[in-house]
């Protein structure tokens, strides 16, 4: 069974960092894509940032350009998110997605499995 489990997540003051973590297990081989995505109170999920496998580019949405960077193990089943600057706006519920087809890394639906979320709460 596949599982994405998130972590890291908590509370910081404006300008502080965070390191979130997503492992993945219940499958052998890497993914195609992993991304994340974060919701705040009252908003739609939103995407984040995203990494493809083979050439591990990265994408990143501009809110979070030059804040925020995507990395991953060697084993490519564990990828970090980490998020400097923090500003209360970055305040939400952090999720971890990873597809097994390519598509459109910033489309909820090129996603099949997600994790539970880890929230992030920035106060100012």
């Known amino acids: 069974q596949v599982q994405l489990v998130e972590s890291g997540g908590g509370l910081v003051q404006a300008g502080g960092s965070l390191k979130l973590s997503c492992a993945a297990s219940g499958r052998t081989f890497s993914w195609p894509a992993m991304a994340w995505f974060r919701q705040a109170p009252g908003k739609e999920r939103e995407f984040i940032a995203a990494?493809?496998?083979?050439?591990?580019?990265?994408y990143y949405a501009d809110p979070v350009k030059g804040r925020f960077t995507m990395s991953r193990d060697n084993d490519k089943t564990t990828v970090y998110l980490q998020m400097n600057t923090l500003q209360p706006e970055d305040t939400a519920v952090y999720y971890c997605?990873?597809?097994?087809?390519?598509?459109?890394?910033?489309?909820?639906?090129?996603?099949?499995?997600w994790g539970q979320g880890t929230q992030v709460t920035v106060s100012s």
């Open positions: 990494m493809w496998s083979v050439s591990s580019r990265t």
């Open positions: 997605a990873a597809t097994v087809r390519p598509g459109i890394v910033s489309r909820e639906d090129t996603y099949t499995y």
